[in-house]
């Protein structure tokens, strides 16, 4: 599967209608984002039950400020709607890949339950 633009107009459409996005914050000008474009365009194509997406944090100013991106390229990746990890930096294949995998191996049950249970402590607070 080719990357998908992502904007805040399609925002929920991706991030709500796919259970694994992996999505990559990068703008035209910065150059670890344009070494790290084509590593991760090539392995969008070896996950098909993955959606991969770009945000362009110069047009899209409000979504890179809704989640704090402060340095590009930055990877995020969502499962089932809950971000599992967000890290900024270009990473090589190998690594975005072996991410992706253990990305794929977390029990999602106990994901949802750390995060209730996070929610939870924030409100007694």
Known sequence: ??????????????????????????????????SFGPVFEEISEKYDDIT?????????????AHFQVRSIPTLMIFRDQIIIYSQPGALQGAQLEQLIEKARELDMDDVRKQVAEQQEGQQEG
């Open 1 to 34: 599967m080719a990357t998908v633009e992502l904007t805040k107009d399609n925002f929920d459409e991706i991030i709500g209608g796919n259970n694994f996005v992996v999505l990559d914050f990068w703008a035209t000008w910065c150059g670890p984002c344009q």
């Open 52 to 64: 991969f997406a770009k945000v362009n944090t110069e047009q899209e100013q409000e979504l890179a």
